[in-house]
């Protein structure tokens, strides 16, 4: 069964950077067969998605995020991560990791998401 | 960017009766369209891809529909389960763009 996990600090200080990571099992991202993607939830629930990264090391990102954002990829560990910089307590929000289907682009596993706050 | 809107808000229902949610694109995203379901502390879960295809494992009391920029969700008779909240999601260009979600509650 494919599972994600997100770990990272849950606070961190304005003008600093965001650091997660999503660990993988039941699946490999080497396999190239799936995108892997972050995406946050604002607080009273919006979803944003944040980019995606192939196992090559390619990505997309939201253009909205793109000065700040950088994603890498790691198969020797089977992890994915998220880099955020300069953020501010608009960057509060629960991060959430997620596999981008074979086919349509739509997210069929998810991490349970982890919550970060950015405050001094 | 593409955006998505839904309506209602919140939808209030009772046990074992329908609902009926609405999905807009700003622009056509043919049948690029995916239906997820959250439900509290929880993350969204898959349930309609493709406007109209139930993900593996999602009871065929959930039905999508639609095509262009006019999508619908209807759940037939609604689960003690089935309360949560509902967004939509277009695949057809990046960035992926969801809709701001419409609560299902108990009436």
């Known amino acids: 069964q494919v599972r994600l996990q997100e770990s990272g600090p849950g606070l961190v200080k304005p003008s600093q950077t965001l650091s997660l990571t999503c660990s993988v099992s039941?699946?490999?991202?080497?396999?190239?067969?799936?995108?892997w993607s972050w995406i946050r939830q604002l607080p009273g629930k919006g979803l944003e998605w944040i980019g995606y990264?192939?196992?090559?090391?390619?990505?997309s990102y939201n253009p909205s995020l793109e000065s700040r954002l950088i994603m890498s990829v790691d198969t020797s560990k089977n992890q994915f991560s998220l880099r955020l910089s300069s953020v501010t307590a608009a960057d509060t929000a629960v991060y959430f990791c997620?596999?981008?289907?074979?086919?349509?682009?739509?997210?069929?596993?998810w991490g349970q998401g982890t919550l970060v706050t950015v405050s001094s | 960017e593409i955006v998505m809107t839904q309506s209602p808000a919140t939808l209030s229902v009772a046990l074992g009766e329908g609902a009926t949610l609405s999905c807009r694109a700003g622009?056509?995203?043919?049948?690029?369209l995916a239906w997820y379901q959250q439900k509290p502390g929880q993350p969204p879960s898959l349930l309609i891809f493709?406007?109209?295809t139930r993900a593996s494992g999602i009871p065929a009391r959930f039905s999508g529909s639609g095509s262009g920029t006019e999508f619908t969700l209807t759940i037939s008779s609604l689960e003690s389960e089935d309360f949560a909240v509902y967004f939509c999601?277009?695949?057809?260009?990046?960035?992926?763009?969801f809709g701001p979600g419409t609560t299902v509650d108990i009436q």
């Open positions: 997620a596999r981008v289907s074979g086919g349509a682009n739509t997210l069929d596993r």
């Open positions: 039941g699946t490999a991202i080497s396999t190239g067969a799936h995108y």
């Open positions: 990264i192939y196992y090559s090391g390619s990505t």
């Open positions: 622009q056509s995203v043919s049948t690029d």
């Open positions: 493709g406007a109209s």
């Open positions: 999601q277009q695949y057809t260009e990046w960035p992926l763009t």
